[in-house]
Nanobody, 123 residues
């Protein structure tokens, strides 16, 4: 059974930066592609960024130019990061990772979510 674990959340002042990481525990022959989502208090979960199997990355308009999603190299290919710069209080949310695609392993992994990591931005 695959596990997805996020880390790196915390509290930061407006204008600051944080780097989140997300790791999937899968066999070495499996490649995982993941997307980042967030859910602010009282709001629905929304897409933030996603790394696709063709190597491209999509971003929500609200984070373009401020957030960068990346994936590890061959040694840690099933770890993704989300570099978040110029943070504002509107970025306060629980950030989640979700497996969005796989290569060379079970497609039942697609749709698995992590437990989330909390990001709090103060003004």
């Amino acid at each position: 059974q695959v596990r997805v674990v996020e880390s790196g959340g915390g509290s930061v002042q407006a204008g600051g930066s944080l780097r989140l990481s997300c790791a999937a525990s899968v066999a070495a022959y499996c490649t995982i592609f993941m997307s980042w989502y967030r859910q602010a208090p009282g709001k629905e979960r929304e897409f933030v960024a996603g790394i696709k199997s063709d190597g491209t990355t999509d971003y929500a308009d609200s984070v373009k130019g401020r957030f960068t999603a990346s994936q590890g190299n061959a040694k840690n290919k099933n770890t993704v990061w989300l570099q978040m710069n110029s943070l504002s209080p509107d970025d306060t949310a629980m950030y989640y990772c979700k497996i969005s695609d796989v290569h060379s392993c079970s497609r039942t992994y697609v749709g698995v979510w992590g437990q989330g990591t909390l990001v709090t931005v103060s003004s």
